[in-house]
């Protein structure tokens, strides 16, 4: 077999084949961080000079959560880069480095950072107000634009010194990363734009920056965890049958070589989890022992057919016991979404990914009712009716259709059982058929009985 595909292979030039390798490359690549439902989604940084000192300048930075859906949950945001100088930081308003770094040389008024490749985080709500600015001391928390987009950005002030004080002798700083709070971003160069430009609090004066630059940093579910996150569970009220979840979906129960991976409700053990929660930074899932083991799971219930409506439960159960949700959201692609007429206790928007055509929404809970997923167990779930008016040219229950197509979870994409296994309709072409070979062998069995 090998033998012959570099035979074939051999029929083609050089060039040909390199060529094809390079284009098979870019199209793994190019796909990996592309969201399908949110093409334009990113976060961008902007990096304005507002003023120069003696030996810097003084900027502020702004983190733009450009994406539909995803946001920073905590512990938050963490960002980083490395001075293209020798650069330090003097002195920071609304975040703060996480290491001070080696800053022997200096005499005096020592620099709040003089690391080479220094790491900021946001500060924590009820910081003093002489320490604030706008959009700072949420924790590095962010909400996703489409959801709120009021909270949907954040700043901090930073006057760096040992650079240059013009925007012909300063350098733009390189390699910058972003992680929120784990990996999963990958972010560009820095690019010099036109200066952002202020309007004074009377409205009647334009101020600018010095000088600007953006880096744009896009997300990779690839990147970000090597298992899913969330999964997807089925039925409805014309079967009997519930589609579970896949096996094995997030991971698989292997206590030989994983042990603690997952924690039964019945164990005592989870007394000990629950109580040190709030003492451990450790993010890693510590979910439910199930047959999935993902942290979250979706189930989709095809409740009620009216006759010119039809109803569907949906219900979000957190499995993960180090984790609550706050301002989740759900991401939902179906083809009837365009004739959405009463949901119940979650919002609603429609994303339009496509254009005119509406068959996705963005669903999350009601502030102070559902908006927070809570851990796992008896409080661990949220769930809300949809009422769809039928359109007699396209509604049909037959072939799964009214099941969704794509579901999100917090913007990670969530696994879908095989379409093979959707709950099928008594009636259709799908039901379960006897086969030839059983039919034969009861009519033997039954010949044989009579004589």
Same mark, same amino acid.
């Given at each position: ?47 304005? #000079? ?69 790491? #900021? ?174 942290? #979250?799971?979706?189930?989709?219930? #095809? ?149």
């Amino acid at each position: 077999m090998e033998l012959c595909f570099f035979r074939s292979l051999s029929r083609f030039s050089f060039p040909l084949v390199s060529l094809l390798f390079l284009l098979s490359s870019f199209t793994f690549t190019s796909t990996e961080a592309y969201d399908a439902l949110d093409p334009n989604g990113n976060i961008t940084i902007k990096w304005d #000079v507002t003023s120069w000192t003696a030996d810097g300048y003084v900027a502020l930075v702004t983190m733009f959560n450009f994406q539909q859906y995803r946001h920073i949950q905590a512990p938050g945001w963490t960002l980083g880069w490395t001075w293209a100088k020798k650069e330090v930081i003097w002195s920071m308003m609304g975040g703060q480095t996480t290491e001070q770094g080696d800053c022997s040389r200096f005499k005096g008024n020592i620099p709040h950072c003089c690391k080479k490749d220094p790491t #900021v985080v946001d500060l924590l709500p009820g910081t003093p107000y002489n320490q604030q600015i706008g959009n700072c001391c949420k924790g590095g928390v962010i909400n996703s634009w489409a959801q709120d987009p009021s909270n949907s950005a954040s700043a901090f002030q930073v006057s760096v010194g040992g650079a240059g004080t013009t925007n012909k002798t300063v350098k733009l700083p390189r390699n910058f990363t972003l992680r929120a709070p784990g990996p999963g971003y990958t972010c560009g160069p820095a690019k010099i734009v036109k200066p952002t430009k202020y309007l004074t609090g009377d409205g009647r004066r334009v101020t600018q920056a010095m000088m600007t630059w953006n880096i744009t940093c896009t997300y990779s579910q690839f990147l970000a965890q090597k298992t899913p996150s969330c999964c997807v569970s089925l039925s409805s009220f014309y079967n009997d049958t519930i589609v579970p979840c896949p096996t094995c979906t997030c991971g698989c129960q292997n206590n030989l070589t994983n042990p603690g991976s997952c924690v039964n409700p019945d164990s005592p053990y989870l007394a000990s989890v629950v109580s040190e929660r709030g003492k451990s930074n450790n993010m890693a899932p510590l979910v439910q022992c199930t047959s999935h083991m993902c942290p #979250v799971r979706v189930h989709w219930h #095809v409740k009620l057919n009216y006759k010119d409506y039809w109803r569907v439960k949906v219900t979000i159960t957190n499995f993960n016991y180090r984790m609550n949700y706050s301002q989740w959201n759900l991401v939902v692609q179906h083809p009837n979404f365009d004739n959405l007429t009463q949901l119940f206790s979650f919002n609603y928007k429609p994303l339009n990914p496509y254009q005119n055509i509406n068959d996705t929404a963005m669903l999350w809970g009601v502030k102070f009712y559902n908006d927070f997923l809570n851990q796992a167990g008896p409080l661990g779930n949220v769930q809300s009716e949809l009422l769809f008016r039928k359109d007699k040219s396209t509604f049909t229950f037959d072939k799964g259709w009214g099941f969704p197509r794509r579901i999100y979870f917090n913007g990670d994409n969530c696994v879908m059982p095989p379409p093979e296994a959707y709950p099928y309709l008594p009636n259709s072409s799908l039901r379960k058929t006897v086969s030839f070979l059983v039919l034969l062998i009861g009519l033997l069995t039954t010949f044989a009985c009579a004589f």
